[in-house]
């Protein structure tokens, strides 16, 4: 490789003239850091992390070398710090490195015993660390150990990747960088491929940064400044080489195929079959979905070259450890025409068991005596053309992550076929990288998954009150959440809330009136496009009107039946309808009322409306058993508190029955019952979450009274 600096070109870009990075480094932000290069490793990475043109969630890493004082000695030491493993760039804080001391690191070069004895260097790293609370080092270590540069950036940009995954990489990369890159093959990330960048660097001196095989992209500067910048511009290079390439060749992916559907036409399919797939995709554990019709997957799936690309995989580690493989591409025919669950199943099958087959073929030929045993066979990514993506995967983030790498992916085979032909890992050493018993150790080391994760649940009326209570409880415990309300004010403010206690993956929400049939079906296909799917429904959307049998006009008994009675009717059919497509059961919570049980003053038009409401319970549960499907009741009382209904006439009607002033309805309440207790929401949420939790499923048909204990509603 060419080392003559007469003949290497100039890469300095000013900051305002990047096309295809972001240049984010805040000179006043970084002046506040002067001096405290670990504080300035941590923005940099963070910066490089806020940019997915630049690297993925989770991947890549980053370092810096110090001199510290040694708590032992009281000598200047080296110290490398560094991302430790499992974390994500963007969001890494100090917390999230590696610090080892240098020369123990170094020293390990004398006790390394070959490739063959890779795996066995990563628990030596422990023996070098120097700041005993950091994260655990990564199998990544010895790659920025092993080089002299004080700051070191290692990401997977699409742009690099093209050039490393193409055909011609090597040749490519010597020719769009002027000898300025060096070139490593592909090979395991570890100890060895550690000391072959070494080697590269060695045999090139001067060069800005080298190439991995299929792999990525290492870079470095003398601060963290000039490797932030010299890692923008040798990114910004590749992304202007590629594109004068795409431009020159015109035709991507040899031309379109089939067309798009319309927008709204990819939602509406997008909707309906989601729960298909998703049911599919969950015949091991449940998982959850996340769909995009990006147009980079449009262009990418639409294509003539889709059949040949699509099997070949992906190439970089880090997108097919999330993507799996390989996709599975769906057959137009088998998903025409029709929107039903069980005849899309019928079709949709065969499919399945032959990627499944796949899968298994590819463990088997690839397994070792020590491979941890086979998992999930299932799809992760399923591209259906003129439609687009769809996810699934054990959690919202997880499945949303496959999909942000497999567009990756995406990018990177555009460019390979341009400027040469793309070229995927050879399926062993693909195998090889998906069961790494370090990969292994690393999955056994996860937190137990909650007891609801991998479900969806819609709570009507979740904007306030019971409704809210319960959505949070059930985010708590590892649900999606579909938040609702009627109310778009109360909607916003709920939304904000959530905003505030909850990540982008765990909710989403949409206006919805149980009275109006076309907000329902709105509400469950946005579950749909969101998640997947839904799991749990509870139908909490509640109004109260108090009167004596003669104020109590017509409209007030037809409101209260409309939204108490028909509304759980309507929510509750456009849920089994789906529950019936995914084929894996559901739960459908309905929240009453002591009053369906208790008759009071001034209560007929409520009071009947309840007990119509847990009499459907009763039916819908005897009807939906075969299914899977459970139904039960919570029946509260006098849940008061950010209660919507108890802002109006409600409570004034329920105080003038009993011959007493508003505020003292709590205590009131209370003091009937048998516990003396005020009822607070977060009780009606427990009682929900005990429904679904694990422990009772394989209970339905049942009623669980929440009201202190008032002897009138006992059932029996």
């Not at 459908?588 to 319970?617: E, F, R």
Request: aromatic share 8%; charged share 25%; hydrophobic share 40%.
């Amino acid at each position: 490789m060419s080392t003559n600096t007469e003949s290497k070109p100039s890469l300095s870009f000013k900051p305002g003239s990047f096309r295809h990075v972001s240049y984010l480094w805040d000179e006043k932000k970084a002046a506040s850091m002067e001096g405290d290069e670990i504080a300035l490793l941590v923005y940099r990475s963070n910066l490089l992390g806020a940019d997915l043109r630049l690297t993925n969630y989770g991947g890549g890493n980053t370092s810096c070398k110090v001199m510290s004082k040694d708590p032992l000695t009281g000598r200047n030491v080296e110290v490398m710090w560094v991302k430790g493993s499992g974390g994500d760039l963007g969001t890494m804080k100090r917390s999230g490195l590696a610090a080892l001391y240098m020369d123990r690191l170094l020293n390990l070069k004398q006790v390394y015993r070959g490739i063959e004895h890779e795996d066995e260097m990563v628990a030596l790293f422990n023996h070098c660390i120097y700041d005993l609370d950091s994260k655990a080092p990564s199998i990544d270590t010895p790659l920025h150990g092993f080089l002299p540069f004080k700051h070191i950036d290692h990401l997977h940009p699409d742009a690099a990747i093209a050039i490393a995954a193409a055909k011609d990489g090597k040749q490519i990369t010597e020719e769009a960088f002027n000898g300025q890159i060096g070139w490593v093959d592909w090979q395991r990330p570890g100890f060895d491929l550690g000391l072959k960048l070494k080697e590269c660097l060695d045999a090139n001196p001067g060069i800005r940064g080298i190439m991995l095989g299929s792999h990525g992209l290492f870079t470095w500067g003398d601060t963290a400044y000039e490797s932030y910048i010299n890692t923008l511009e040798v990114i910004e290079l590749s992304a202007r080489y590629l594109e004068k390439k795409i431009t020159e060749k015109g035709k991507i992916f040899s031309g379109e195929k089939i067309k798009s559907f319309s927008k709204s036409d990819r939602i509406k399919k997008a909707a309906s079959l989601a729960p298909v797939l998703r049911g599919l995709c969950s015949s091991k554990s449940k998982m959850i979905g996340h769909f995009t019709d990006d147009d980079r997957v449009l262009e990418f799936i639409n294509s003539n070259d889709l059949d040949r690309l699509a099997p070949m995989g992906t190439s970089c580690p880090d997108h097919f450890l999330r993507t799996k493989i390989s996709p599975l591409v769906l057959d137009l025919n088998a998903v025409a025409d029709t929107t039903d669950g069980a005849v899309l199943k019928t079709k949709l099958t065969p499919a399945f068991e032959s990627y499944r087959k796949m899968y298994a073929d590819y463990y088997q030929s690839c397994k070792h005596e020590s491979s941890p045993a086979m998992r999930d066979a299932n799809p992760v990514v399923i591209l259906h053309p003129g439609v687009g993506m769809f996810c699934f995967a054990k959690d919202k983030q997880t499945a949303r992550v496959a999909a942000e790498f497999y567009i990756n992916a995406i990018n990177v085979m555009k460019g390979a076929e341009a400027i040469s032909s793309y070229t995927s890992l050879p399926r062993q050493e693909a195998f090889n990288i998906e069961y790494w018993l370090l990969e292994e150790a690393k999955l056994q080391r996860l937190p137990k998954p909650k007891p609801l994760t991998g479900c969806i649940a819609l709570i009507t009326g979740s904007a306030g009150g019971i409704g809210k209570a319960i959505a949070k409880k059930f985010a708590d415990e590892g649900a999606c959440i579909v938040l609702n309300d009627n109310d778009e004010k109360r909607l916003s403010i709920a939304n904000e809330n959530f905003q505030a206690n909850y990540s982008k993956d765990i909710f989403t929400a949409i206006a919805l009136d149980v009275t109006k049939p076309a907000t329902i079906q709105q509400a469950f296909d946005h579950s749909a496009i969101s998640f997947g799917g839904i799991d749990i429904v509870v139908n909490n959307a509640g109004i109260s009107i108090s009167k004596t049998i003669e104020d109590h006009a017509e409209q007030d008994w037809d409101l209260l039946y409309d939204i108490l009675v028909k509304g759980q009717f309507l929510v509750t059919q456009a849920a089994v309808t789906i529950f019936k497509k995914q084929d894996m059961g559901g739960d459908i919570i309905n929240i009453v009322s002591k009053n369906a049980l208790v008759s009071g003053p001034n209560n007929a038009g409520y009071g009947s409306a309840k007990a119509a409401q847990l009499h459907l319970s009763r039916l819908n549960a005897a009807e939906l058993g075969k299914d899977r499907i459970r139904v039960n009741v919570v029946n509260p009382d006098a849940v008061i508190a950010d209660s919507k209904i108890w802002e109006g006439d409600w409570a004034q009607g329920r105080a003038k029955a009993y011959g007493i002033e508003v505020d003292e309805l709590p205590a009131f309440y209370a003091k009937r019952t048998l516990l003396n207790e005020i009822i607070l929401p977060e009780d009606i949420a427990n009682a929900c979450f005990l429904y679904v939790g694990g422990l009772l499923s394989k209970s339905t048909g049942n009623m669980l009274n929440v009201d202190g204990g008032i002897p009138m509603s006992f059932a029996r």
